[in-house]
């Protein structure tokens, strides 16, 4: 069975940093593309970043340039977003999620970030 | 890159058919074939229905379906059934990164 696990979730202060992890279960992780999906509250869902088999190819939107890097450890079966100068506005649930051609088949639970003082 | 346009709501009687739609632009819903169409229930991660446009992962009823014309995508449920209601969301691929659509909530009456 398929499972994605978010975990690193929590508060956190204006302009503060947060890692958050992703472990993958029950497939070869080093043969898919994996993503970064948030969801505000309330809200709908944004594509935060894409990172393919071995790490060498990223993408990101625009409003977390800069600021969020996504990363893999393919030994350890688990995806990153490390997420710096976090804002009150990056509030959401983040979920990562794995491919299937070129949608998003597997999510994981999500895990909450809140940025507030 | 901005959002794909969706229905704020729509809705139907059990056993009848809603379509919702999905407006871009030739650089994303136009420009390819890899339309995609995920149910979201509260409190729940999306659930991915409908890929490539129009093919069904395992395990989805057949009462799902996608198509598209020009710039816009369309889901379709036939067969309207209570479990259905929920929000469904749009996303296309364009060149890396996607963007998904503003979100539509179904309404089974």
């Known amino acids: 069975e398929v499972q994605l696990v978010e975990s690193g979730g929590g508060l956190v202060q204006p302009g503060g940093s947060l890692r958050l992890s992703c472990a993958a279960s029950g497939f070869t992780f080093s043969s898919y593309w994996m993503s970064w999906v948030r969801q505000a509250p309330g809200k709908g869902l944004e594509w935060l970043a894409n990172i393919n088999q071995d790490g060498s190819e990223k993408y990101d939107v625009v409003s977390v340039k800069g600021r969020f890097t996504i990363s893999r450890d393919n030994a350890q079966n688990s995806l990153y977003l490390q997420m710096n100068s976090l804002r009150a506005e990056d509030t959401a649930v983040y979920f990562c999620a794995r491919f299937l051609s070129f949608a998003l088949i597997y999510w994981g639970q999500g895990t909450l970030v809140t940025v507030s003082s | ?109």
């Open chain 2, 1 to 109: 890159q901005s959002a794909l346009t969706q229905p704020r709501s729509v809705s139907g009687s059990p056993g009848q058919s809603v379509a919702i739609s999905c407006t871009g632009t030739s650089s994303d819903v136009g420009g390819y074939n890899y339309v995609s169409w995920y149910q979201q229930h509260p409190g729940k991660a999306p659930k991915l229905m409908i890929y490539d446009l129009n093919k069904r992962p395992s395990g989805v009823p057949d009462r799902f379906s996608g198509s598209k014309s020009g710039n816009t995508a369309s889901l379709t449920i036939s067969g309207l059934q209570a479990e259905d209601e929920a929000d469904y969301y749009c996303c296309s691929y364009a060149g890396n990164p996607y963007v998904f659509g503003t979100g539509t909530k179904v309404t089974v009456l």
